[in-house]
T-cell receptor, first 114, second 113 residues
Framework: NAGVTQTPKFRVLKTGQSMTLLCAQD?????MYWYRQDPGMGLRLIHY???????AKGEVPDGYNVSRLKKQNFLLGLESAAPSQTSVYFC?????????????FGPGTRLTVL | QKEVEQDPGPLSVPEGAIVSLNCTYS??????FMWYRQYSRKGPELLMY????GNKEDGRFTAQVDKSSKYISLFIRDSQPSDSATYLC?????????????FGRGTSLIVHP
């Protein structure tokens, strides 16, 4: 099992450009999440999904859109990138049932917006 | 004030020391308490979890929850250089069937030989 994979691993964008980050999981998890991690800020939830075809806003959703057309994939889009979106982006998935709902994280995507 | 507070450190200790990592929280509805470990340039991985109050031990690691004080701790005995990482606490409740955790900012731990 590959677990949670993220594409790409690194990306440099210019202000105003758009891009899509792809997350894939092979654990048949219901829940999927997108976080950003900045120095001193910890993990901040951008958007999440509790099942195929569903999405919901997290703590910092502005400037991002998401889609969950297939259960195993969760896409994060930046329509018009800004330097404030320079960050490390982590995707995670979880079973989503009762209990501690362990999250499994991908390796991250390092995005720089110039 | 964030729901979960965690000192970002860094915390630097010599090899063999006992390490204490802590988080405080404000939401009394939190029932599940987790510790994730994140190595440099990697994604976080679940280290331990506890439900409600009490202690849980796993090898050199002990997780402790004090719900009356809204305070959780992770103790590492006989710390090793390989324990150098960022430790994030996370908490969740049962509300509305959603178990989305709330994370602390993480504490950077450095164990030097």
């Amino acid at each position: 099992n590959a677990g949670v994979t993220q594409t790409p691993k690194f990306r440099v964008l210019k202000t105003g450009q758009s891009m899509t980050l792809l997350c894939a999981q092979d654990m048949n998890h219901e829940y999927m999440y997108w976080y950003r991690q900045d120095p001193g800020m910890g993990l901040r939830l951008i958007h999440y999904s509790v099942g195929e075809g569903t999405t919901a806003k997290g703590e910092v959703p502005d400037g991002y859109n998401v889609s969950r057309l297939k259960k195993q994939n969760f896409l994060l889009g930046l329509e018009s990138a800004a330097p404030s979106q320079t960050s490390v982006y982590f995707c995670a998935s979880s079973y989503g049932g009762q209990g501690y709902n362990e999250q499994f994280f991908g390796p991250g995507t390092r995005l720089t917006v110039l | 004030q964030k729901e979960v507070e965690q000192d970002p450190g860094p915390l630097s200790v010599p090899e063999g020391a006992i390490v204490s990592l802590n988080c405080t929280y404000s939401n009394s509805a939190f029932q599940y308490f987790m510790w994730y470990r994140q190595y440099s340039r990697k994604g976080p991985e679940l280290l331990m979890y506890t439900y409600s109050s009490g202690n849980k031990e796993d090898g050199r690691f002990t997780a402790q929850v004090d719900k009356s004080s809204k305070y959780i701790s992770l103790f590492i005995r006989d710390s090793q250089p390989s324990d150098s990482a960022t430790y994030l606490c996370a908490m969740s409740d049962h509300g509305g069937g959603s178990y989305i955790p709330t994370f602390g900012r993480g504490t950077s731990l450095i164990v030097h030989p």
